[in-house]
């Protein structure tokens, strides 16, 4: 009785009917995930169905969505259960199949019964007077790197050529290269972590805030020494960005002078830290750096905080900065106008004041002419802790595990695809020679006429 | 300018559309060279402009691995119609086939035509630093190879199809009829929805037509879809005489599909998922996010896995398994642009 529960569980585990039903199913679950919003927060998903019913009815489809999880379809509960069945059914499955693949290989191989061989779908026949025509055929498969057998039986002599057999075990590769991967996967979500880290220029931090909103320490602090932007000319469009960055354990530096960019991350103690985005952040530190050029051309450097005064050397004139453009552009009719967020072109507002007389001026970092001021030149050089860099940060100790399944993955998909395994059948009776072959392809079928051709081709 | 080359490479393709028919009714061997001729040239002329527009990215990359043409939906479309007529005539030449040139060279010129038609823009823009990253080359260059071989296996499956049935009232009947006429009624609502966009990035697709706010514009739309779908059903039989009239064997069909199939399943697995994992791994240290491009990549996948499994397993033959092939490319083609028009994602670099 027990054996026979056991018996069904299995099979039902070991069915392809089971696998097909989960290909279905998780492909369903995923396409859901990726038209309704997934989100935590219950306004975007109710927004999203007003657009469809009206406010009520969007507040309990809410509430249905959030008892399934389908605002979180990937986390959800019933997704990591049919993936978990999923890896059940490959491991079952191999467990029912392989034994049996791996004792073909070992028994001791049999003449098929010409009822089966009739079946097949290429069957020719050719009429070739020669002694010699056992070891012809033989000789002929074996060239194209067959293993031969033959069997004397009522029919005649009925010669098996085989090629590739044991690729049939490449499918077992493919299928544990996904259990390696979602084993990966799960070493990554239990022994991982991901957080983003915002670093103000000329800050440091030694946290992460996780994707749920929880701080991790690291245990060092990061430093982002400097943070720039570079922009293709006349455009919005960022041409790369990096931050300089810089590690301090126990109040020293350990690592010093790093660099960071989009594809081209970097690794300490197995935390890796991505450059993700940047902002514009003005802050109370932020300092503006200028210089100024006096009568003499001594050039002379200024650092001064936003609204703060400071004096021109060399004359009685006081300026401070009252505005600041991170991208200044000049419209069609000549007006200045803030054209984005991203420190594009920077500008500050200056407003000097000589014996109570006041005058404003904008100066551009990229634009030197706007250097000149009545006062001299003052150059503006940048805005230094206004931006702060974006940094993805994480450690996942299941990534070599995700790289190998992913390279034995590709592998037996090429060899169970490209390199099947090819089986001829050849009996001879008299001066007769039937070729059987149990695949119907094209290729199959041109070489056993290569090797009718050649056979003939020897008796001329 | 390498868009107006590419423009020409289109029309050709277009115009070896009636010659590949003339030489189906004729047979006439000479027909038919001067449809592979014309074919071939378009896609000579298709590769020159290809180069052009490499040039033009190198004046402005300066780098011979950031110039390479295949970074925005524009030339990813382009992209992938030249994969896509190569690997025909590479068919053509190797199984002495002449027989789907014609419904090769209407995907080939209408995905050109549509680039011109929908107004996707041709500029050559300047990488973003995210792109710029030989992982993302990969990734890109084998997922279009994929998408092409499992186009073609699209074509051969939905011939297989049509070839295979015996009454109207069967379901692969209903199936094939009803897919090409969707694909017809989609193609014209494009061309709709394209002129009635005020901004060419602004095209929703069934905008004006099924989701049109006008009820009654919207009903009418729908009528007209039925009604195609209908006339498709009605004198489908045509077309089976046709195809039947080419002497294409359902053997042939079936099995150049699976092996448009066997072919792009692993380039895809390794271009598609692989090295896009890789490459969302080194920009933004996550392999895997359910992002709903990956997503649709995934049951794309799992689509194929299945029509393998399907072959293999199941010993499943003939239209079976091409209806999945059939399906399979319809999401293929949602995993390439339906993301990008319907949800957001990071894939929005290909938008237009």
């Given at each position: ?460 | ?12 393709y277009i115009l070896v559309m009636p010659v590949y028919i003339v030489y189906i009714l004729t047979k006439n061997?000479?027909i038919g060279?001067a449809a592979?001729?014309?074919l ?48 025909y005539?590479?068919i053509e030449?190797?199984?002495?086939n002449k027989s789907f040139g014609v419904f090769v060279s209407v995907i080939a010129g209408i995905t050109?035509g ?37 186009g073609i296996s699209f074509i051969t499956a939905l011939l297989h199809v049509i070839v295979e049935t015996e009454s109207k009232k069967s379901f692969k009947y209903i199936f094939s009829t009803s897919i090409l006429g969707f694909m017809v009624f989609m193609f014209i609502s494009l061309i ?29 739309c729908w009528i007209a879809l039925i009604t195609i779908i209908f006339l498709f059903w009605r004198f489908g039989d045509h077309m089976k005489k046709i195809v039947q009239s080419l002497k294409i064997t359902s053997g042939f069909l079936e099995d150049m599909t ?60 003939g239209t079976k398994t091409s209806m999945?092939a059939v399906i399979?490319f319809l999401?293929?083609i ?19």
């Amino acid at each position: 009785m027990l054996n026979r529960v056991n018996e069904k569980v299995w099979n039902f585990f070991a069915s392809t009917e089971l696998a097909v039903a989960l290909f279905i199913t998780i492909s369903t679950g995923a396409a859901i995930g990726t038209v309704i919003p997934q989100s935590i927060e219950p306004e975007p998903v109710i927004k999203f169905f007003s657009k469809f019913m009206s406010i009520s009815s969007a507040h309990k489809t809410y509430e249905i969505i959030n008892l399934f999880d389908l605002n979180n379809v990937y986390h959800s509960w019933w997704f990591t259960f049919l993936l978990f069945m999923f890896a059940l059914n490959l491991i079952v499955c191999s467990i029912d199949r392989l034994p049996t693949l791996l004792k073909s290989f070992k028994a001791p191989p049999q003449p098929y019964p010409l009822s089966v061989l009739d079946k097949m779908p290429i069957k020719k026949t050719v009429k070739i007077n020669n002694d010699r025509i056992l070891e012809k055929i033989k000789e002929l498969f074996q060239n194209k790197g067959f293993s031969t057998h033959v069997f004397e039986t009522q029919e005649g002599f009925q010669i098996q050529a085989k090629k590739w057999n044991k690729t049939r075990l490449a499918v077992y590769l493919t299928h544990l290269s996904i259990l390696i991967i979602l084993a990966g996967a799960l070493i990554g979500t239990f022994f991982g972590f991901r957080g983003s880290m915002n670093i103000v220029e000329g800050t440091g931090l030694n946290f992460a805030i996780s994707d749920e909103g929880k701080a991790i320490p690291l245990g060092f602090e990061i430093r982002c020494e400097r943070f720039e932007a570079e922009y293709y000319e006349n455009s919005a469009i960022p041409k790369a960005y990096r931050s300089y960055l810089k590690i301090i354990e126990s109040g020293k530096p350990v690592r010093e002078n790093i660099v960071i960019e989009v594809n081209h991350p970097f690794t300490y103690r197995g935390i890796t830290f991505y450059q993700a985005s940047y902002g514009f952040q003005p802050t109370e530190h932020a300092e503006f750096k200028f210089t100024y050029f006096d009568k003499t051309g001594k050039e002379h450097n200024i650092n001064v905080h936003f609204e703060e005064n400071f004096k021109i050397p060399g004359t009685s004139v006081t300026a401070s900065v009252v505005d600041f453009s991170p991208a200044l552009g000049i419209d069609e009719e000549g007006r200045l106008f803030n054209m984005s967020s991203d420190m594009i072109n920077p500008a500050v507002l200056v407003e000097f004041e000589n014996n109570g007389k006041k005058t404003q001026q904008w100066i551009l970092k990229k634009i030197p002419e706007s250097w000149q001021t009545p006062y001299g030149k003052l150059r503006f050089n940048e805005l230094w802790g206004a931006q702060f860099t974006g940094l993805q940060v994480r450690r996942d100790p299941g990534v070599p595990l995700i790289y190998t399944g992913s390279i034995l993955m590709c592998l037996g998909l090429f060899i169970c695809l490209f390199l099947r395994p090819v089986n001829y059948f050849a009996v001879i009776n008299k001066n007769q020679v039937v070729f059987y072959c149990p695949t119907s392809k094209g290729m199959v079928e041109r070489q056993i006429d290569e090797i009718i051709k050649k056979l003939k081709g020897d008796e001329a | 300018m390498s868009y107006q080359i590419i423009s020409i490479a289109g029309i050709l393709y277009i115009l070896v559309m009636p010659v590949y028919i003339v030489y189906i009714l004729t047979k006439n061997k000479k027909i038919g060279f001067a449809a592979t001729g014309i074919l071939s040239t378009g896609a000579l002329i298709h590769i020159y402009g290809f180069i052009q527009r490499f040039k033009e990215m190198y004046a402005i990359n300066h780098s011979v691995m950031r110039s390479i043409p295949i970074t925005n939906l524009y030339e990813s479309l382009v992209f992938f119609v030249l994969c896509i007529v190569s690997g025909y005539l590479f068919i053509e030449w190797k199984y002495k086939n002449k027989s789907f040139g014609v419904f090769v060279s209407v995907i080939a010129g209408i995905t050109i035509g549509l680039t011109d038609v929908l107004g996707i823009t041709k500029e050559v823009q300047p990488l973003v630093p995210a792109l710029k990253s030989n992982w993302l080359l990969a990734h890109v260059t084998l997922s279009f190879i994929a998408y092409a071989a499992f186009g073609i296996s699209f074509i051969t499956a939905l011939l297989h199809v049509i070839v295979e049935t015996e009454s109207k009232k069967s379901f692969k009947y209903i199936f094939s009829t009803s897919i090409l006429g969707f694909m017809v009624f989609m193609f014209i609502s494009l061309i709709f929805d394209a002129f009635s966009a005020s901004n060419p990035k602004s095209i929703k697709i069934f905008h004006s037509t099924l989701g049109n706010s006008s009820i009654i514009i919207s009903i009418f739309c729908w009528i007209a879809l039925i009604t195609i779908i209908f006339l498709f059903w009605r004198f489908g039989d045509h077309m089976k005489k046709i195809v039947q009239s080419l002497k294409i064997t359902s053997g042939f069909l079936e099995d150049m599909t699976y092996k448009g199939i066997a072919f792009g399943f692993p380039i895809f697995t390794i271009g598609g998922l692989v090295f896009g994992a890789i490459w969302a791994d080194q920009a933004w240290g996550r392999y895997w996010g359910w992002d709903p491009k990956e997503t649709w990549s995934l049951i794309t996948w799992f689509v194929y896995a299945f029509y393998l499994h399907a072959k293999f397993i199941r010993g499943w033959k003939g239209t079976k398994t091409s209806m999945i092939a059939v399906i399979g490319f319809l999401i293929t083609i949602f995993t390439y642009l339906g993301v990008n028009l319907f949800l957001s994602g990071l894939h929005s670099y290909g938008s237009m």
